[in-house]
T-cell receptor, first 114, second 117 residues
Framework: AQTVTQSQPEMSVQEAETVTLSCTYD???????LFWYKQPPSRQMILVIR??????QNATENRFSVNFQKAAKSFSLKISDSQLGDAAMYFC???????????FGGGTRVLVKP | GAVVSQHPSWVICKSGTSVKIECRSL??????MFWYRQFPKQSLMLMAT?????????EQGVEKDKFLINHASLTLSTLTVTSAHPEDSSFYIC?????????????FGPGTRLTVL
């Protein structure tokens, strides 16, 4: 079974600074997708960014970018120019074609200091 | 964008009663819906996968007789917690998939907070 590990329970960042969240996963599949979801205090899950495993280029969405290292099975999220609204729980998730379901990591809480 | 709603957003019930939670895809037909459970300060745990017109597939350790799932149409799935007990108190989240390209993108509902007294 696939597993997703987020080793940082909580990260703190100064407003306008950069923070990087770690995620590692375990899989034997070659075709899969990786996601970062944001869960603010409202608890609504929001898709932040998506990476297809077959693409070598790292995905970018405005201030959010990933560092995808397929061989190392690592998928980190970088939040640049952090804003107060970025404060939330962030979940890394894996979707493999074989399982047809999302597997979530344990989450990282991001605190943004003004 | 694709919108998924849940009703109710919160519910309080007495121990031993049953509670039904609805999940609707408002502007698309969902081939598959998923039900998750989230305890405070924890991650989402998949409970079951629901396909329209067929029986739900439950994850290991989830009691199918306790958590009844009905997916009667392409826009509605329901989760019924039967004979609820305080340990069933949790945050329940549904998601619905919209076939897009080569994977099924999931759209999440806002969640339902269940408190069993």
């Amino acid at each position: 079974a696939q597993t997703v590990t987020q080793s940082q329970p909580e990260m703190s960042v100064q407003e306008a600074e950069t923070v990087t969240l770690s995620c590692t996963y375990d899989t034997s599949e070659s075709d899969y997708y990786l996601f970062w979801y944001k869960q603010p205090p409202s608890r609504q899950m929001i898709l932040v960014i998506r990476q297809e495993a077959y693409k070598q280029q790292n995905a970018t969405e405005n201030r959010f970018s990933v560092n995808f290292q397929k061989a190392a099975k690592s998928f980190s999220l970088k939040i640049s120019d952090s804003q107060l609204g970025d404060a939330a729980m962030y979940f890394c998730a894996y979707f493999g074609a074989a399982g047809n379901k999302l597997t979530f990591g344990g989450g990282t809480r991001v605190l943004v200091k003004p | 964008g694709a919108v998924v709603s849940q009703h109710p957003s919160w519910v309080i019930c007495k121990s031993g009663t049953s509670v039904k939670i609805e999940c609707r895809s408002l502007d698309f037909q969902a081939t598959t819906m998923f039900w998750y459970r989230q305890f405070p300060k924890q991650s989402l745990m998949l409970m079951a996968t629901s396909n329209e017109g067929s029986k739900a597939t439950y994850e290991q350790g989830v009691e199918k007789d306790k958590f009844l799932i009905n997916h009667a149409s392409l826009t509605l799935s329901t989760l019924t917690v039967t004979s609820a007990h305080p340990e069933d108190s949790s945050f329940y989240i549904c998601s619905a998939t919209l076939p897009t390209f080569s994977y099924n993108e999931q759209f999440f509902g806002p969640g339902t907070r269940l408190t069993v007294l």
